[in-house]
């Protein structure tokens, strides 16, 4: 099992959207594709993001309605 993979939750360490929560939602060769209600979706950096324990479960390429209920049905959000 990978440290980073699709559905794990983590928190934004760098670039604008910095402390705000997020969900993996693809795996790339030179970083993740990270969705959220706090942070744009968008192509990141393994080193900018901090993983949590929390996992959701979300299809690869989910949108961000699917990822943003996963969070709510998680109670990670509210």
Same mark, same amino acid.
Do not use: N, Q, W
């Given at each position: 099992m990978a440290?980073?993979?699709?559905?794990?939750? @983590?928190?934004k360490?760098?670039?604008?959207?910095?402390?705000?929560? @997020?969900?993996?939602?693809d795996v790339e060769k030179n970083g993740v594709l990270v969705?959220?209600?706090?942070?744009?979706?968008?192509k990141v950096n393994v080193n900018h993001v901090e993983p949590t324990p929390f996992v959701v479960e979300l299809r690869k390429g989910s949108d961000t309605e699917t990822v943003v209920?996963?969070?709510?049905?998680?109670?990670l959000i509210e």
């Open positions: 440290l980073i993979d699709v559905g794990r939750v @983590c928190r360490t760098r670039g604008r959207d910095a402390g705000g929560f @997020c969900v993996v939602v969705d959220g209600r706090e942070v744009r979706r968008r209920s996963a969070l709510k049905e998680r109670k």
